[in-house]
């Protein structure tokens, strides 16, 4: 009785990377990965440590600019590193949005900056980075849900995963700071009618017409704020129209003001405080004009000129 057994298969080095064993009638296939040995392996390092990401939130914005995350690479090894960045908070939950001061916040891959988002996973991004190479993984933090958010500052502490495919951290976890910046903002608006801020015609010129006593006119004062905030009203001829043109022994016409119910000074700087709501509409704040005795002045055209402004305290 004779058994017969046969040897096929290349080995480059040792049994190189993959060889064909036959014996008895029985094939086996023996596999050996080769990156470690040729020293193809992915090595990446952090240029630069912990890291600050700061948005300056202006909550009446339409595009609230966003914060720049910069992730300094160097690949110290052979091979190429595909790599996944993502974060968690402190206690090591995985983080996709964040709240801070009642806004929305993600990160989200800058435009043309090599960092994609993977298509599968949220809140995780994929960077390729080539041996022996420099980079750096560009991110931004957007603003995603708006909010009239108090002025101040808020802030929460994270940490950024930088793993390979297998989901295996080839780096120590890196500290991110997070913070929105909202700065004191106020803003005002004039209306001829009532409504959300910004609504209804532009109020420019308030025109009595045919003057008479007593006749009265009425705006709305919109002011909108993230901060108490102090309104101001001054009149230029304190609180009479003058006639315009240059003549002798100008008249003038008496005029009263009323800001929601409280009648303003308007001898002086007259000023109010207000704490709107925070909200994008904020409130809308009936201003009526009110002329006084009309009875022998020159004919003619009157005009005074109101400041009306608004400012966060």
């Known amino acids: 009785m004779s058994v017969k057994s046969e040897y096929r298969g290349r080995c480059p080095d040792l049994l190189g990377p993959w060889a064909w064993l036959r014996g008895g009638g029985v094939v086996f296939a023996l596999l050996l990965g080769a990156t470690n040995a040729h020293g193809q392996d992915c090595n990446p390092a952090l240029v630069e440590a912990a ?4 948005i300056e939130y202006n909550p009446f914005a339409l595009s609230p600019t966003p914060g720049a995350l910069d992730v300094a690479l160097e690949n110290k090894g052979e091979g190429a590193c595909d790599l996944r960045l993502s974060f968690t908070d402190e206690a090591g939950i995985e983080v996709t949005d964040v709240k801070l001061g009642g806004v929305g916040v ?53 940490r950024l995963l930088i793993k390979n495919t297998d989901g295996v951290e080839l780096i120590s976890p890196v500290p991110v700071r997070l913070v929105l910046q909202s700065t004191p903002r106020a803003q005002l608006n004039l209306a001829g009618a009532a409504g959300a801020f910004g609504e209804g015609s532009s109020v420019e010129v308030v025109d009595f017409g045919e003057a ?28 009479v129209m003058r006639r ?43 201003m009526t004009f009110i002329l006084g005795l009309v009875n022998g002045q020159m004919g003619g055209r009157y005009e005074d000129l109101i400041t009306v402004d608004i400012s966060p305290n």
């Open 51 to 54: 890291q600050t990401v700061r």
């Open 106 to 158: 993600r990160f989200r891959p800058r435009e043309s900056s090599g960092v994609q988002a993977a298509d599968v996973q949220r809140g995780v991004f994929q960077y390729l980075l080539a041996a022996g190479q420099k980079g750096v993984a560009q991110m931004d933090a957007v603003v995603v849900q708006g909010a009239v958010a108090d002025a101040g500052e808020y802030g929460v502490d994270l």
């Open 212 to 239: 008479a006593t007593g006749a009265t006119r009425r705006i709305f004062v919109q002011v909108r704020a993230n901060a108490p905030s102090t309104l101001t009203i001054k009149s230029e001829h304190g609180g």
């Open 244 to 286: 315009l043109g240059d003549v002798e022994n100008a008249t003038v016409v008496p005029y009263a003001v009323e800001l929601d119910g409280d009648q303003v000074d308007l001898t002086a700087l007259w000023t109010k405080e207000i704490d709107p709501p925070r909200t994008l509409s904020g409130l809308a704040l009936p």
